[in-house]
């Protein structure tokens, strides 16, 4: 640790109020700790209005849940299983050095991410255009119970903020494509990789509850 | 610290080959249309273990300080308390609200 800073080794975006560039990384990281759990609590207010409903309404649940077509969601869960395995080989090829792969893991990552925003908007036509929307919007009539558009609303709103995560997520791979192809991460520093990683992991994991919690109901 | 843990493709691809499983087998036990409260418990229980596999090895939580573990589980800690407490209303209303 000592005279560490008199060096000029260390990586240019170490910045100069921290002790070195491990300090700098965990202190990020930390932070990034703490906001993935307003994230979490973000989403929990959407879950525990989820589970209110459903605990109301058990038998709306099983017949709205029909509409929604399993296989097109078990199929967006692998894309994102996907893009967290591709994210998380992005953050390694930075640790070892590997500059071409951190690239060809974040455009893959950004790839898979496109994919599941082009099945979630076919779904989301789908729906539309048999006029299941959410809330006072509501003109299907395929589904015997007077608060279907109940499910609906959660429907939308949860996968719907979901989505934008999604679609924030693909901006932060653009960005980090861009820095990668500049050259910015490699061993030293990959700061941005690692915490966007996070994000996204997190994203993942919603996801993970979102499918069986609207897909697999019987 | 040990905040720069380098995963092997092993552990990466094993994690990501467990996930996959773990989804196939949440899909095939939906079909098998389990009697009424155990289908949402088994599937609660894959979801469970599948965001803990993504928390610990993706998220490197496993080679992190325990600070951030400790972070995640507070979290759903106050996530807990948030249904817990709500749960005590809407549970126990002699009627639902007509307007809900």
């Known amino acids: 640790m000592a005279n560490h ?28 700790w703490v906001f993935l759990v307003t994230e979490i609590l973000m989403f929990g207010g959407l879950f525990a209005a989820y589970i209110v409903y459903r605990l109301w309404y058990p038998e709306l649940f099983v017949l709205a849940s029909e509409e929604l077509n399993t296989l097109w969601g078990g199929v967006n869960t692998l894309v994102l299983i996907g893009s967290s395995l591709t994210v998380a080989m992005a953050i390694k090829s930075a640790q070892l050095n590997q500059k071409r792969n951190i690239a ?11 994919i599941f925003m082009v099945i979630k908007y076919f779904e989301y036509t789908h729906k539309f255009h048999l ?21 609906f609303s959660l429907y939308y709103l949860m996968t719907g903020l979901h989505g934008i995560h999604v679609t924030i997520g693909m901006g932060l791979m653009i960005w980090l494509l861009v820095r990668s192809t500049k050259g910015h991460f ?3 520093y990959y700061t941005p990789i690692e915490m966007t990683g996070l994000y996204w992991h997190l994203v993942d994991i919603i996801w993970i509850f979102l499918f069986p919690l609207f897909y697999l109901i019987d | 610290m040990s905040g720069h843990h380098i995963s092997t493709d092993k552990t990466l691809l094993g994690v990501a080959g467990a996930l996959l499983i773990l989804t196939i087998a949440t ?17 609660m229980i894959v979801a469970i273990m599948k965001g803990s596999l993504v928390a610990v090895f993706f998220m490197n939580l ?8 400790m972070l995640l589980l507070a979290a759903f800690l106050f996530f807990g308390l948030l249904v817990g407490l709500t749960l005590l209303d809407t549970l126990f209303r002699p009627e639902v609200i007509p307007s809900f």
């Open chain 1, 131 to 151: 006029g299941i929307f959410p809330g006072e919007f509501y003109t299907f009539e395929g589904i015997d119970h007077p608060k279907a558009n109940v499910f």
């Open chain 1, 186 to 188: 490699g061993e030293e």
């Open chain 2, 62 to 69: 496993y080679w992190d300080t325990k600070f951030n573990s």
């Open chain 2, 27 to 43: 899909v095939g036990v939906h079909y098998l249309h389990l009697p009424n409260p155990w289908s949402i418990i088994v599937a």
């Open chain 1, 104 to 114: 060809i893991n974040l455009g893959i990552t950004l790839a898979l991410a496109a």
């Open chain 1, 5 to 32: 800073s008199t060096t000029s080794s260390h990586s240019r975006f170490q910045q100069h109020h921290f002790v070195d560039a491990e300090q700098q990384f965990d202190a990020a990281k930390m932070g990034m």
